[in-house]
């Protein structure tokens, strides 16, 4: 018998569960749908409004309207993946550790992380999803062309690169509960970060852009998230000059480094986890 | 063959000082106290394969932090343990795939499904082969009456209904070292008793090994015949239940029924009178002495009936917490029985 569980079944165990347990409170589940829908076409109305005053964001950016719903849609597609798979689960983790609940997960033969990581899935979160994939369709049927087999392969691994660093600074974030006793900043810091990755990178220039932008691709590498994968969507926006090759090497390299470190502090996390009474 | 071996082992905790008021919360952004709390200040203790062993001892005397140390969940200060020959809290999956920790306090089932839903989790979690897992699932939830309450969700079971489905879920890899903590905490006379009599029937068919925290005497005395009691996080007894009194007794009970019906006003002078409700009285008399005063009041008094008796063993336990290094003296070597 092997020493590992089949994590693939586990997942999917993960994923019905969560799903009869959505269903359970239909309601609920509805209307999480229906009000995430909204808040994204109010941010869709939003961005219709500014683009009735300019034709592009930022003069020779190349981010007209259309590929500009581009962009908006990868920005939907990554945080609704993130979101159905992680913030449930990493905004529990900080309850878990606050009440003990831990304990259940540590004894378990089966990598903490990934238990932890995963467990409740959040299918509301995927209207969002669904969304995105129908303005792509039509921000081309606007554009006038169709991207490339190339394209889409590149632009669906950076999506998951996005995802992959997104989600480490998630659950660095919560395990650092461990240490605090208790942290409830998740939705407030998801909040602040997704702010700055969801805007073109060439909108971040002068005084204060170049900073902004340099922190936030080196240092908390959030800009590459959105930005790299829209980029290959784009016709004209494709990687031409030798900084628009590096930022998409950077960007594998960021999602390896920031797993990895990820996972050292989840681990240091545990080591310092201390259970709470009985 | 032993399967528990623990060594010196040690826990403790920095806690922080919180002060009530304002001002003192606000002084505690800044600058904070903090108190060690040793909650396991040195173990020794060594358990074979089979034995059922309770751990007894007051509220934050060290038991459920000794558990969690074992089960792997905190790493210790100091010390050794090894379970099977694992080190518990190196969290290998070959360890965690031999034992299983159930806690009365906390719930790992998924409350708003039904706990069938839950088996079949820790079925792939654990590599559960799938005709092994429905055999055994079967098994546990007949034994315990639950077979008709799997399709319920969690959240409409009783405490006690709940409390099964939990032990279940915790045996369905058939572990070979199963650490109960409080299993019967808050149940029913009926339920505690269920529980009793399925753990006792499991324990001897499968000769596993099981560590039981309770509060419950009567779980304790109907389940194990190794009791270690631990007060103040250290070890002060290992042995028999009824050891305990003999150790830790050092009183008995002398009950007489005096023939003339009134009981004379002397009877203070050879005990203390613990109850009077003529013709009979209650002495409390050290345990050297009964001899003694036994003889003295059948030679002054009309004596009808008497007997001598040990104090309640929750009495004794109950003292022995007070004063954990009470009347035994250095209690730290106990006997162990055969």
């Given at each position: 018998m092997s020493d590992h569980p089949a994590y693939f079944r586990v997942l999917l165990l993960f994923a019905r569960n969560s799903l009869v347990r959505d269903m359970t409170f239909r309601a609920n589940f509805i209307i999480d749908t229906i009000s995430s829908l909204a808040w994204m076409g109010i941010n869709l109305a939003f961005y219709v409004l500014i683009f009735q005053y300019t034709p592009m964001l930022g003069a020779g950016t190349g981010w007209g309207k259309y590929e500009f719903f581009l962009f908006l849609s990868t920005t939907l597609l990554i945080n609704s993946l993130v979101q159905t798979l992680f913030m449930a689960n990493a905004d529990e983790f900080s309850e878990l550790i606050r009440t003990g609940a831990l304990d259940f997960a540590l004894l378990k033969p089966i990598d903490t992380q990934f238990l932890v990581s995963l467990?409740?899935?959040?299918?509301?979160?995927l209207g969002n999803l669904g969304f995105g994939l129908v303005l792509i369709v039509y921000a081309y049927s606007q554009l006038g062309y169709a991207p490339s087999p190339v394209a889409i392969s590149l632009y669906l691994g950076y999506v998951l690169c996005g995802v992959a660093i997104l989600y480490s600074l998630m659950i660095t974030l919560a395990a650092s509960s461990v240490w605090l006793g208790r942290n409830q900043t998740l939705y407030d810091f998801w909040f602040y970060i997704t702010n700055f990755s969801r805007y073109p990178r060439e909108i971040y220039r002068g005084k204060y852009g170049d900073p902004l932008r340099w922190f936030f691709t080196f240092?908390?590498?959030?800009?590459?998230?959105?930005n790299v994968p829209a980029r290959f969507l784009v016709r004209s926006l494709r990687p031409q000059t030798l900084e628009d090759w590096f930022l998409p090497a950077f960007t594998l390299f960021a999602a390896v480094a920031s797993l990895a470190v990820s996972r050292w502090i989840f681990n240091r996390a545990l080591a310092s986890y201390r259970s709470a009474s009985s | 063959m032993t399967v528990i071996e623990i060594d010196g082992l040690a826990k403790s905790y920095r806690v922080y000082q919180k002060k009530e008021g304002i001002w003192p919360s606000i002084k505690g952004l800044f600058h904070r106290e903090y108190r060690t709390v040793e909650a396991v200040r040195g173990i020794d203790l060594r358990v074979d394969r089979g034995e059922f062993v309770a751990f007894l001892g007051p509220n934050g005397a060290g038991k459920t932090t000794t558990l969690k140390l074992l089960s792997g969940v905190i790493t210790p200060t100091s010390g050794t343990a090894r379970v099977l020959g694992h080190v518990p809290w190196q969290r290998e999956n070959a360890y965690r795939r031999r034992f299983a920790l159930v806690m009365g306090q906390k719930n790992q089932l998924w409350w708003d499904l039904p706990a069938n839903e839950s088996f079949r989790l820790h079925q792939q979690i654990y590599r559960i082969e799938r005709r092994q897992f429905e055999r055994t699932r079967d098994e546990l939830t007949s034994m315990l009456g639950v077979r008709e309450l799997l399709?319920?969700?969690?959240?409409?079971?009783?405490l006690g209904e709940r409390m099964k489905m939990e032990l279940i879920a915790a045996l369905l890899h058939s572990p070979e070292v199963l650490f109960l903590d409080e299993p019967t905490i808050g149940l029913d006379v009926v339920a505690q008793y269920n529980v009793q009599n399925f753990l006792r029937h499991y324990q001897q068919t499968r000769q596993i090994t099981i560590l039981l925290t309770s509060h419950y005497m009567k779980d304790v005395a109907a389940l194990c015949r190794r009791v270690v009691v631990i007060s103040l996080g250290r070890i002060i007894y290992d042995g028999s239940l009824s050891g305990i009194i003999d150790r830790f007794g050092g009183h008995k009970v002398i009950s007489l029924q005096m023939s003339n019906g009134q009981p004379p006003d002397v009877m203070a002078r050879y005990g203390q009178v613990l109850a009077a409700e003529p013709p009979r009285i209650k002495l409390r008399v050290e345990r050297s002495m009964v001899p003694q005063v036994l003889s003295a009041i059948l030679a002054h008094c009309a004596v009808e009936d008497v007997s001598v008796e040990d104090p309640p063993l929750e009495q004794v336990i109950a003292e022995m917490f007070t004063h954990?290094?009470?009347?035994?003296?250095?209690?730290?070597e106990g006997e162990r029985p055969a």
């Open positions: 467990q409740r899935i959040d299918w509301s979160s240092l908390v590498p959030v800009l590459v998230v959105v | 399709s319920q969700p969690v959240r409409e079971l009783s954990p290094n009470g009347p035994g003296g250095h209690a730290d």
